[in-house]
Nanobody, 120 residues
Framework: VQLVESGGGLVQPGGSLRLSCVAS????????MSWYRQAPGKERELVAT????????NYAGVVKGRFTISRDNAENTVFLQMNSLKPEDTAVYSC??????????????WGQGTQVTVSS
């Protein structure tokens, strides 16, 4: 299994970024996918989840209304559109598969993640 995240960078408060995660080594379309983030000195937290088939989504309260998770099963890719970014969104963002939309435990080893820094 390989998870390769990209799209991070430095952005000013209020700005936007779109993260991508390309998955390989498993049947992507069959798995619920999630985005997580880990800020310095903090535990990794679940940000957003998207189901395998109908595309239903769940979000952490702190990002709801600002972030949108989506997926392209033909390209084995999950996306995270992040708008109205705040300094507290600064973290390393990673994707992973989860057992179902109500679970937060990752199924596979982590990729390298992508750094998002929100600063003026």
């Amino acid at each position: 299994v390989q998870l390769v995240e990209s799209g991070g960078g430095l952005v000013q408060p209020g700005g936007s970024l779109r993260l991508s995660c390309v998955a390989s080594g498993f049947t992507f379309r069959n798995y619920v996918m999630s985005w997580y983030r880990q800020a310095p000195g903090k535990e990794r937290e679940l940000v957003a989840t998207i189901s395998s088939a109908e595309g239903s989504t769940n979000y952490a309260g702190v990002v709801k209304g600002r972030f949108t998770i989506s997926r392209d099963n033909a390209e084995n890719t999950v996306f995270l559109q992040m708008n109205s970014l705040k300094p507290e969104d600064t973290a390393v963002y990673s994707c992973n598969a989860v057992a179902n939309v109500n679970q937060s435990s990752n199924l596979f080893a982590w990729g390298q993640g992508t750094q998002v820094t929100v600063s003026s």
